[in-house]
């Protein structure tokens, strides 16, 4: 697949859509870590419920800590026991099952519609509990809660935040007779409780979160002519921010969610400016005949990073968000493009295309080490968790669009797919 930096930065994703009809995407572990730490997760007890709960809580919770490629749960076949009081925690076992710690809980009816969950983390080698809770929910909350738990349990064992209670958001295209209908979702971040949050017979693309996770910003090309709106999640409710003559594309918000920094043609070329929300103030920030574009603020707030021709290829820049002159970053490869920071600003994700194939990069903007994480080759629009640990992005499988996750160190892989057709442009929330 040929690559121009001009309108196919911004718009190619649209041209490779097929048919998909809208399912949960599914998940699978494509490449284990190395050397992840032994857990058992041990099936919450359910037994004194009227009704079972209808999500299988630690089901969720081994299933989380096993997608972040950090831990391997135990298989329950290979459990000695259950047990679900401490009273009948039996650690010598879980030491012959060489586990390094051990969960057990239970899931209790607490009125109508309601449960309490209660769960206990072990250090099996030294004997002792290390954290434990009592938590309230609704049935609707069972499966937030359980990725709650997980995040709990997550940075309990490795001092680092979990980031399995966000979301994911992407793009979907359903082929109807005639025409195609493409979705804007959000899902959890294990693919579950998808939900539409827009349907438009026209592309919509580059979906980019709110520091706060309460809105999201894209483009849409409703009536045939491409603009940015930013839409609540919640509410549903949305405003255009953006609908100049030419180009409108690429948004992405200020660490203060005051800002969207932006590509705009308004003014002939494809150029990077900063639109303040408050009251709808441009700035523009770069100059000159090259074409510049996807910029993405570093978390700080103080500098833009974008992708410009202007060195002869797509490579990405670093600015002032202020303005000013701005400075190469990359250089390895003939593309680098669609940049993401990590949460510490210490690391750019990017696509790195070299020999006609697209992959994922990171880079260490400390030491300029480069390395590249994924395997295919048509990897796009990488996104990091906000955690830092895993970066998701768009894919090929199997001639059709898929969603995979990659480890910030290229040492876990996983795909998230749908049935049939494709799927795209996933961001994580914050």
Known sequence: MKRKICINLLFVLSMLFTGLAQAALTIEITRGMEGAAPIAVVPFDISNNRYPPPQDVSGIIAADLARSGRFAPLDERDMLSKPSEVKQVRFQDWRTLGVDNLVIGKVETAGTDKYRIQFRLFDVYRGRQITGHSIPATAAQLRYVAHRISDMIYQKLTGEPGAFATHIAYVEVDKKAGYKEYRLLLADSDGFNARTLLTSRQPLMSPAWSPDGRQLAYVSFEKRRAS????????????????????????????DGSRLALTLSRDGNPEIYVLRLKDGHLKRLTFGPAIDTEPVWSPDGKSLVFTSDRGGSPQLYRMSSAGGQAKRLTFEGSYNASADFSPDGRHLAMVNGEGGRYRIAVLDLDSGLFHV????????????????????????????????????????????????????EPVWSP
């Open 373 to 424: 994480v994924s395997d295919g080759k048509l990897d796009e629009s990488p996104s990091f968790a906000p955690n830092g640990s895993m970066i998701i992005y768009a894919t090929e499988a199997g001639h059709r669009g898929v969603l995979a996750a990659v480890s910030s160190d290229g040492r876990f892989r996983q795909r998230l797919s749908v049935q049939k057709g494709d799927v795209r």
């Open 228 to 255: 940015i709106y930013i839409q609540d999640t919640g509410s549903g409710k949305r405003r255009k921010v953006a609908g100049f003559t030419g180009i409108n594309g690429a948004p992405a918000w200020s660490p």
